[in-house]
């Protein structure tokens, strides 16, 4: 059964219709598995048929729709009757599609996965025991391996530094490195659970993201209300990668990156914690901006650093509490450390 839903958010500031498939039919589970889907029509199948194989059945499944073309919502809807699906209206994005199927679970636990990926078989079970038992614990990330060269790392969970950069921890290096469970500033959306009553306490994924560092400024948010973001090497998953944008460098991911990275930075840190990274800052971003002009693409990086700027006067500001400094404090020391772990590689 269908139901048409109108709904007006105050976020995003605008109203639309979204079509929700079979919410009446879910099951009192532990852990919804929300994931985004834009003419995934090549992903899908290989997703959802791995959540079919897991050992752990514990979770109802929401695939969010951003308005494909490509005929893959049908498919889904056809051939995988177990799944809610969520169709928007228009492409809003994987910030806002992810809030969607958020907003409608009412389970324990958020797993996010992104449909170009293949998770192993104890994917959910892995990632419940990571995290259950563990009520300082916001988010985990997953052990995330190239499809293509399943030997190595495509993600172990991300750092942010005081050079303004956020990256994936691991990136192209050998899997046998990442074994232990480890602290990490943030988990990879891509891959990951969280514990659904703290997006109450800290706020949904920011839509003005679009896509890109959305989870670096969750990930942000619990940690300056004290939560640990945590990475397991025990649940495993294959990632294509770039199955949104297209490839790893294009215009689109870049202009974005570069004007959510002014975001994260304006909404997350106070004005004294600006200031005091302030010459790393410049310094990151123009190691950048040389970087990506290099590669052909500085108007590009540019463009979304001025597009960043004006973001930075439309955007909320994460309210910033004295009760807090500690924690302020103890990211900031962090920072530090990872510019370290980045230049030394």
């Not at 834009?38 to 048929?49: V, W």
């Not at 791995?50 to 059945?57: G, I, S, V």
């Not at 005091?276 to 410049?282: A, K, V, W």
Request: with cysteine; glycine share 8%; aromatic share 16%.
């Amino acid at each position: 059964m269908r139901y048409m839903i109108r709904m007006l958010y105050s976020d995003a500031g605008d109203e639309t219709t979204i079509d929700v498939m079979g919410i009446e039919t879910m099951e009192n589970k532990k852990v919804t598995v929300i994931i985004p889907n834009y003419n995934g029509q090549s992903y899908n199948e290989k997703c959802l048929d791995a959540l079919r194989r897991q050992t752990c059945q514990d979770f109802n499944t929401v695939v969010v729709d951003n308005c494909s073309d490509d005929g893959s919502a049908d498919f889904i809807e056809e051939k995988y009757p177990e799944v809610r699906l969520i169709r928007l209206s228009q492409n809003f994005g994987f910030s806002r599609a992810v809030n969607e199927g958020i907003r409608i679970a009412d389970t324990e636990y958020i797993i996010l996965l992104n449909n170009d990926t293949e998770a192993t078989d104890t994917f959910v079970e892995k990632l419940l025991q990571a995290i259950e038992g563990k009520p300082d614990v916001f988010s985990v990330a997953a052990k995330m391996l190239q499809m293509a060269d399943p030997e190595k790392i495509d993600g172990a969970g991300d750092l942010y530094c005081a050079f303004g950069w956020a990256f994936a921890i691991g990136k192209g290096r050998s899997k046998e490195r990442y074994s232990k469970e480890c602290n990490v500033f943030s988990a990879c959306a891509g891959a990951a659970i969280y514990r659904r009553a703290v997006f109450e306490a800290i706020g949904y994924f920011d839509e003005f993201h679009f896509a890109y560092l959305e989870d670096v400024d969750v990930g942000y948010r619990a940690r300056i209300m004290g939560y640990r973001n945590v990475y397991t090497p025990d649940a495993v998953v294959y990632h294509f990668g770039s199955g949104f944008s297209g490839s790893r460098y294009n215009s689109f991911k870049i202009r974005l990156a570069a004007r959510n990275s002014w975001y994260v930075i304006y909404k997350n840190m106070p004005f004294w914690q600006i200031v005091i990274n302030l010459p790393f800052l410049l310094f990151g971003f123009g190691v950048k901006a040389i970087f990506f002009i290099c590669k052909g693409y500085g108007r590009e990086y540019l463009s979304g650093m001025k597009r960043g700027y004006l973001m930075c006067t439309q955007g909320k500001k994460y309210p910033y509490s004295s009760r807090l400094f500690k924690n302020y404090v103890k990211i900031q020391l962090e920072l530090w450390v990872n510019m370290f772990r980045r230049i030394l590689g």
